[in-house]
């Protein structure tokens, strides 16, 4: 095999290299722990915002996540960030966190409420209250200047005592009783407040981990395969002419022209035959060869094989005759 298919298969293994190298790359950079599906959306409003509650239904003493959700297209405001106005009463804020994401121009901006509630206020003689926070407003300046308004509602959330009485049609059949029959909050599942999912290690981190550890593997792999290609075991032709005599050498581009076909490629290797036997002092095999070599019509093959037989058994001759 000569120097360039050795140098596109060079080039090849590091085609390898730096494509794995742009995997692992792209696979670090998508996003950080991927926690959240959010994607912006080109053409939506200036600013949107989404209220949230979990869980929906609760016993008293119990603690809320409340989560505000805004997405906010920095070209079209102003350069102060949107106000957040809400009010939770009568609940208490034990803990507030703030989130941002940004992606091109816009940003997620996600702050997250703890609450609970301990007041009188929270208890209901009935065993039960449902309670609905007030809307939730976002104030904002837009590019131009003027003052914007976003309002999201919260879902409704229903409260349960943890000492509710037996309710009165019941009392009856159970005044002889001695067993007590609480009053038990409707459970409700709502699979859209699921908690967020959580990773010992994160999902972005063994993937780029995992495509490194391919791209070391693969790159030994393809060392192993060159090693063991064909060119490594036998010699190039133009190595292999370079070890021969000169005369062996001539015959040897003779023959290949032979086979070749090539009316041109059998002239030349006839000529450099005739020039290298005259150096050698044959000069009746080298005036032969220059003959064919410039016949009118194109040497023809039969006429080649019985000129190199003529040049063998001549260096057999003098072979026997040295010995």
Not at 283 to 308: F, G
Not at 312 to 318: C, F, N, P, Q, V
Request: with cysteine; proline share 6%; glycine share 6%.
């Amino acid at each position: 095999m000569t120097q360039r298919p050795r140098l596109l298969f060079v080039v090849a293994l590091a085609a390898v290299g730096v494509v794995t190298t742009l995997a692992i790359v792209a696979f670090a950079g998508l996003g950080g722990e991927g926690k959240s599906a959010w994607q912006a959306m080109p053409g939506q409003a200036a600013v949107t915002a989404k209220a949230d509650v979990t869980p929906r239904t609760h016993l008293f003493g119990d603690t809320l996540t409340a989560r505000i959700d805004l997405v906010v297209d920095r070209d079209a405001v102003g350069p102060e960030l949107p106000k957040v106005v809400r009010s939770f009463a009568p609940y208490a804020v034990e803990r507030v966190t703030t989130a941002r994401r940004d992606a091109g121009r816009f940003s997620q901006l996600r702050y997250t409420f703890r609450l609970r509630c301990l007041r009188e206020a929270c208890l209901s003689t009935s065993g039960r209250a449902r309670v609905r926070f007030a809307p939730v407003r976002v104030l904002y300046k837009s590019a131009a200047g003027e003052a914007r308004v976003v309002r999201a509602s919260w879902p409704l959330v229903e409260l349960y005592s943890r000492l509710a009485s037996v309710p009165k049609e019941e009392q009856s059949s159970t005044q002889n009783s001695n067993r007590f029959t609480p009053v038990m909050a409707p459970w409700r599942a709502d699979l859209t407040a699921l908690p967020p999912v959580s990773h010992r290690w994160s999902p972005t981190l063994i993937i780029a981990l995992l495509l490194l550890v391919a791209g070391l593997l693969v790159l030994p792999a393809c060392v192993l395969i060159y090693l063991a290609l064909p060119w490594r075991a036998s010699p190039s032709w133009e190595s292999w002419l370079a070890q021969l005599p000169p005369i062996e050498r001539a015959l040897a581009v003779l023959e290949r022209a032979r086979t070749q076909g090539d009316g041109t490629a059998r002239r030349r290797a006839l000529e450099r035959l005739g020039m290298e036997l005259r150096v050698r002092g044959a000069e009746e095999l080298a005036r032969e060869a220059l003959e064919l070599a410039w016949t009118e019509a194109t040497p023809s093959s039969e006429a080649i094989l019985r000129l190199e037989q003529h040049i063998r058994s001549a260096g057999e001759d003098g072979r026997r005759r040295a010995a």
